[in-house]
């Protein structure tokens, strides 16, 4: 008669099988947490280092609990990418895994019947979800009280002291009240310092148990590079990076930047793609897929592929701008090397660096005056507001709008509240805490400062980063750059391939899009123009056109803030810029054979450089737009209400001055795209041939 298996050696079993390693152990603290759990039943705080094995604790637990009979695991989970990998990894030790996100809405209904029915052992979805009424009807009230146990991953998130903190997390402990009594609590997280910890702790509940572990990486060899110049970083990337071994990610700290790598890189014969939240979801699973595949050489990406994200042969982890935080450094260099074979963690840093992380730290949290507004028109609202309706009557972008309202609509007693997709202000008195707000951001200039001194450190690297995350394990690794006293990988770069660099830059010109419809139907009555519903009549729309920069960045655009900014007039040299890039590359047909401006009581430099711009296209030049309004600075306008309102009935054009023939609309910046495309209107309507529109840079903020 065969004895029969304990539960550790159940879960050792499993452990190997998805693992497809019959020699597999478990790891230093692992079992010991899976028995917590499991078998004690405690509520569990893991803080460990990425790669040790959080998620195949919850999933042996997962496992060891519903063979006992226990209910579904939920588990709150923060990314989609995160989400596909662990529905793999869970298939593996026979657990039926299912989602409910906004990329399966096909599969709701089937989902949310099997979870009904008992047919799911771990149900995973976003603490955005949390938030869904539909899913708290259909779901969780048929759950709540039958879950053998709850996770938080990536628990981090739960605090507003944390890095990567998300207010919908903060549901989370309205949703652990609601819980059976004797239901196990796991919270895991790679990146808490002690603040951190001890603000999780508290959140999640009395009697919590905190295990950590040391953070150390023995296979992750770190190396800082100084190299302030972006023609200098792009042309050591593409020159350095096909000499390391395997497959990596580049992260930068902005969409633009990541596009703009991997197109360079693409230019230099290096298999690399672009990577971010504005990729919809079939793309980003079919670039990670190319990484996990080893079908690309790298994926330049922002921060959208970072946490869960699971190649354990990564080779190199490379870092084209400093994270705004040794936190943040942590959690995505720690991707690399996860399957104990060596890999590199490189970072490089930039001018430019301090400028975006400044900005990601002024708008983490809506500032105060943000939030009376929003409160102000609810409150004036008899029959609440939907989002676009409260653009109407406060002078603030949308996603500045959704962030107040996310802020607000979290709490306990919130004074707002959602119904029918308009939201209403609600009897509760608002009081938030702006102290503590000034405060976290004083923490994250703090790391911003930390992140510095990293960058210049001339000691062990990782043990600097285990002392800035708490951990009292903190030692020389032995293998980082300054440990071995030299390069790991070569500091140099190749001058021909800087100037290279130098001028991909100066050519990475984009289009600006026209703009075919209204917002609506009454948009700019002082013009009165026609139109088809929202559609705008095709004889007033503007052709596609081009802006030469992003404001401030390497290319020219440095040159652009410098000239609007600092002199009377724009260099010289964006003239010829234009001159080359309007003729060869842009090449619009028909080609324009008159040029115009868009006019500025403060801002005589716009007619000057039209002017100039003209003369060297061998084009005349008329003035014939002419500002006949007052009006706000256009940049302050935040949203499109606020924006069209600005502009109606602000210019004018002389009619006989107008050509029938294509023209060439100058400007010097441009971001929402309505002056452009009210003054090419104005022109179409004065018998203007194509409005072909130019700008100098474009300036829309800094995204991720």
Same mark, same amino acid.
């Given at each position: 008669?065969?004895?029969p298996?304990?539960?550790?050696?159940r879960?050792?079993?499993?452990?190997?099988?998805?693992?497809?390693?019959?020699?597999?152990?478990?790891?230093?603290?692992?079992?010991?947490?899976?028995?917590?759990?499991?078998?004690?039943?405690?509520?569990?705080?893991?803080?460990?280092?990425?790669?040790?094995?959080?998620?195949?604790?919850?999933?042996?637990?997962?496992?060891?609990?519903?063979?006992?009979?226990?209910?579904?695991?939920?588990?709150?989970?923060?990314?989609?990418?995160?989400?596909?990998?662990?529905?793999?990894?869970?298939?593996?030790?026979?657990?039926?895994?299912?989602?409910?996100?906004?990329?399966?809405?096909?599969?709701w209904?089937?989902? #949310?019947?099997?979870?009904?029915?008992g047919?799911?052992?771990?149900?995973?979805?976003?603490p #955005?979800?949390?938030?869904?009424?539909?899913?708290?009807?259909?779901?969780?009230? $048929?759950?709540?009280?039958?879950?053998? /146990?709850?996770?938080?991953?990536?628990?981090?998130?739960i605090?507003?002291?944390?890095?990567?903190?998300?207010?919908?997390?903060?549901?989370?402990?309205?949703?652990?009240?609601? /819980?059976?009594?004797?239901?196990?609590?796991?919270?895991?997280?790679?990146?808490? =310092?002690?603040?951190?910890v001890?603000?999780?702790?508290?959140?999640?509940?009395?009697?919590?148990?905190?295990?950590?572990?040391?953070?150390?990486?023995?296979?992750?060899?770190l190396? =800082?590079?100084?190299?302030?110049?972006?023609?200098?970083?792009?042309?050591?990337?593409?020159?350095?990076?096909?000499?390391?071994?395997?497959?990596?990610?580049?992260?930068?700290?902005?969409?633009?930047?990541?596009?703009?790598?991997?197109?360079?890189?693409?230019?230099?014969?290096?298999?690399?793609?672009?990577?971010s939240?504005?990729?919809?979801?079939?793309e980003?699973?079919e670039?990670?897929?190319?990484?996990?595949?080893?079908?690309?050489?790298?994926?330049?990406?922002?921060?959208?592929?970072?946490m869960?994200?699971d190649?354990?042969?990564l080779?190199? %982890?490379? $870092?084209?701008?400093?994270?705004?935080?040794? +936190?943040?450094y942590?959690?995505?260099?720690?991707?690399?090397?996860r399957?104990?074979?060596?890999?590199?963690?490189?970072?490089?840093?930039?001018?430019?660096?301090?400028?975006?992380i400044?900005y990601?730290?002024?708008?983490?949290?809506?500032?105060?005056r943000?939030?009376?507004?929003?409160?102000?028109? /609810?409150?004036?609202?008899?029959?609440?507001?939907?989002?676009?309706?409260i653009?109407k009557?406060? =002078?603030?972008r949308?996603?500045?709008?959704?962030?107040?309202l996310?802020?607000?609509?979290?709490?306990?007693?919130?004074?707002v509240?959602?119904?029918d997709?308009?939201w209403?202000?609600?009897?509760?008195?608002?009081?938030y805490?702006?102290e503590?707000?000034?405060?976290?951001?004083?923490?994250?200039?703090?790391?911003?400062?930390?992140?510095?001194?990293y960058?210049? $450190?001339?000691?062990?690297?990782?043990?600097?980063?285990?002392?800035?995350?708490?951990?009292?394990?903190?030692?020389?690794?032995?293998?980082?750059?300054?440990?071995v006293?030299?390069?790991?990988?070569?500091e140099?770069?190749?001058?021909?391939?800087?100037?290279?660099?130098?001028?991909? /830059?100066?050519?990475?010109?984009?289009?600006?899009?026209p703009?075919?419809?209204?917002?609506?139907?009454?948009?700019?009555?002082?013009?009165?123009?026609e139109?088809?519903?929202?559609?705008?009549?095709? =004889?007033?729309?503007?052709?596609?056109?081009?802006?030469?920069?992003?404001?401030?960045?390497?290319?020219?655009?440095?040159l652009?803030r410098?000239?609007?900014?600092?002199?009377?007039?724009?260099?010289?040299?964006?003239?010829?810029?234009?001159?080359?890039?309007?003729?060869?590359?842009?090449?619009?047909?028909?080609?324009?054979?008159?040029?115009?401006?868009?006019?500025? $009581?403060?801002?005589?430099?716009?007619?000057?450089?039209?002017?100039r711009?003209?003369?060297a296209?061998?084009?005349?030049?008329?003035?014939? %737009?002419?500002?006949?309004?007052?009006?706000?600075?256009?940049?302050?306008?935040?949203?499109?209400?606020?924006?069209?309102?600005?502009?109606?009935?602000?210019?004018?054009?002389?009619?006989?001055?107008?050509?029938n023939?294509? +023209?060439?609309?100058?400007?010097?910046? +441009?971001?929402?795209?309505?002056?452009?495309?009210? +003054?090419a209107?104005?022109?179409?309507?004065?018998?203007?041939?194509?409005?072909?529109?130019?700008?100098?840079?474009?300036?829309?903020?800094t995204?991720t």
């Open positions: 008669m065969s004895v298996m304990s539960p550790k050696q879960c050792l079993q499993h452990l190997r099988q998805a693992l497809g390693d019959t020699q597999a152990t478990f790891r230093s603290g692992q079992w010991k947490a899976i028995s917590d759990i499991a078998i004690d039943r405690e509520t569990l705080l893991l803080v460990r280092r990425t790669g040790w094995g959080k998620s195949m604790v919850y999933f042996l637990a997962t496992r060891l609990l519903r063979d006992e009979g226990a209910g579904p695991t939920l588990l709150i989970s923060p990314l989609l990418s995160l989400m596909r990998n662990q529905i793999e990894a869970a298939e593996q030790i026979g657990i039926t895994a299912e989602t409910i996100n906004s990329s399966n809405r096909d599969k209904e089937r989902v #949310e019947q099997d979870v009904r029915q047919n799911v052992d771990l149900l995973l979805i976003s #955005e979800r949390l938030s869904n009424d539909d899913f708290r009807d259909r779901v969780l009230s $048929h759950i709540a009280d039958r879950v053998g /146990l709850f996770v938080v991953d990536e628990a981090h998130c605090s507003d002291w944390g890095h990567d903190f998300r207010p919908d997390y903060q549901r989370i402990t309205r949703i652990l009240q609601a /819980l059976p009594s004797n239901a196990p609590v796991l919270a895991t997280t790679a990146t808490a =310092n002690d603040r951190v001890e603000d999780v702790a508290d959140q999640i509940g009395p009697g919590v148990t905190i295990s950590r572990g040391p953070l150390t990486r023995a296979s992750l060899r190396q =800082n590079i100084e190299m302030k110049s972006p023609t200098d970083r792009m042309a050591w990337l593409a020159e350095h990076v096909p000499d390391i071994s395997g497959s990596g990610i580049i992260y930068a700290l902005t969409v633009r930047d990541a596009r703009r790598i991997a197109k360079w890189l693409q230019l230099q014969g290096i298999d690399s793609r672009s990577y939240g504005r990729r919809n979801t079939e980003r699973r670039l990670e897929s190319a990484l996990l595949n080893n079908e690309v050489k790298a994926l330049v990406a922002t921060v959208a592929l970072g869960g994200f190649k354990p042969d080779g190199f %982890v490379i $870092h084209y701008q400093r994270p705004g935080s040794v +936190v943040h942590y959690q995505q260099v720690g991707r690399a090397g399957d104990g074979n060596t890999a590199y963690g490189i970072l490089l840093h930039g001018t430019e660096d301090d400028e975006i400044d990601f730290i002024r708008s983490s949290f809506p500032a105060e943000h939030v009376e507004d929003v409160l102000g028109a /609810l409150e004036e609202a008899d029959g609440g507001l939907k989002v676009r309706h653009e009557r406060v =002078n603030l949308r996603s500045e709008i959704r962030k107040v996310k802020l607000l609509s979290v709490r306990d007693k919130s004074p509240e959602k119904n997709r308009r209403y202000r609600t009897p509760v008195s608002y009081s805490d702006w503590k707000v000034e405060a976290i951001k004083q923490l994250r200039r703090e790391e911003q400062r930390e992140m510095q001194e960058m210049e $450190h001339d000691g062990c690297l990782m043990a600097f980063l285990q002392r800035a995350l708490d951990d009292p394990h903190a030692e020389p690794c032995e293998i980082c750059a300054p440990c006293g030299e390069p790991l990988v070569p140099t770069v190749s001058e021909d391939l800087a100037i290279e660099a130098a001028r991909f /830059l100066q050519r990475s010109e984009l289009p600006i899009e703009r075919k419809q209204w917002p609506w139907s009454d948009a700019f009555p002082t013009y009165g123009w139109n088809d519903g929202l559609s705008m009549k095709e =004889n007033l729309q503007a052709e596609k056109g081009r802006v030469l920069s992003i404001w401030g960045d390497a290319g020219w655009g440095r652009v410098k000239g609007k900014y600092q002199d009377d007039k724009f260099d010289e040299r964006l003239v010829k810029a234009a001159k080359q890039m309007i003729p060869k590359r842009w090449q619009p047909d028909p080609f324009p054979k008159w040029v115009t401006c868009v006019p500025s $009581h403060s801002n005589p430099q716009v007619p000057d450089y039209a002017q711009l003209a003369e296209l061998d084009l005349e030049f008329i003035p014939c %737009v002419r500002k006949v309004a007052d009006n706000q600075p256009q940049k302050e306008m935040e949203n499109t209400e606020q924006q069209t309102r600005n502009l109606d009935g602000v210019f004018d054009v002389a009619d006989k001055q107008v050509r023939d294509p +023209v060439l609309l100058v400007d010097d910046t +441009v971001d929402s795209r309505w002056t452009l495309t009210v +003054v209107a104005l022109l179409r309507e004065a018998e203007a041939g194509p409005v072909y529109p130019f700008a100098l840079a474009k300036t829309t903020p995204s």
